[in-house]
Nanobody, 117 residues
Framework: QVQLVESGGGLVQAGGSLRLSCAAS???????MGWYRQAPGKQRELVAS???????NYGDAVKGRFTISRDSAKDTVYLQMNSLKPEDTAVYLC????????????WGQGTQVTVSS
């Protein structure tokens, strides 16, 4: 059974930190993993992604504040979020792409992150 299970969301005050985790199972030959977020009334946007080789990419809104990392042996990806702002409030979704695909084909259910001012 294919699963991407996120954890670590919650409520935090502005300026605080959270660490999200996402564990993949049942997916063969994962290349890239990443995090997207979607706030009410807004389009889904890339937060960060990381390839199996360790190359990272960040959305402009989070550069310098968020860090993505990965444990490939465990098919787990992490997102360390520092200096959180109220505008970071969203559902954060984990995604995975397998080798040979250029888009993320597997998605988690999402975890809510709420930043209070």
């Amino acid at each position: 059974q294919v699963q991407l299970v996120e954890s670590g969301g919650g409520l935090v005050q502005a300026g605080g930190s959270l660490r999200l985790s996402c564990a993949a199972s049942g997916i063969f030959s994962i290349n890239a993993m990443g995090w997207y977020r979607q706030a009410p009334g807004k389009q889904r946007e890339l937060v960060a992604s990381i390839t199996s080789g360790g190359s990272t990419n960040y959305g402009d809104a989070v550069k310098g504040r968020f860090t993505i990392s990965r444990d490939s042996a465990k098919d787990t990806v992490y997102l360390q979020m520092n200096s959180l702002k109220p505008e970071d409030t969203a559902v954060y979704l984990c995604a995975a792409a397998v080798w040979g695909r250029t888009t993320f084909g597997y998605w988690g259910q999402g975890t809510q992150v709420t930043v209070s001012s």
